[in-house]
């Protein structure tokens, strides 16, 4: 099976947290986990400060294609990430 050359972006920068401020930092760099329904609704879905993903407004974010070398390095460890289903 042939890989896509484009690659879905899986990360983004926060550029306003205005609201969750405790959730959210400007500046900083999330992963964005693929939720199409989610994106249907002008949602992003990342996990946040609190180690959970939640779906926030996508123009609170800058969405980002990193390397796949540094998307790799970035990768978080599984026991670091809660599944939720909330929307912020």
């Known amino acids: 099976m042939k890989r896509s050359s484009k690659r879905e972006k899986q990360f983004a920068v926060c550029v306003n947290n205005k609201g ?4 959210l930092e400007t500046g900083k760099l999330y992963r964005v ?3 199409p329904e989610a994106a249907s609704h002008g949602y992003i879905r990342v996990f946040d400060e609190s180690g959970e993903d939640y ?3 996508v123009d609170r974010f800058f969405p980002l294609e990193v390397p796949e070398a540094l998307e790799q390095a970035l990768a978080p460890h599984p026991s670091t990430m809660r599944r ?3 929307t912020r």
């Open 55 to 57: 779906g926030y407004s």
């Open 20 to 23: 969750y401020e405790a959730s």
């Open 84 to 86: 939720s289903n909330g």
């Open 33 to 35: 986990i693929p939720d």
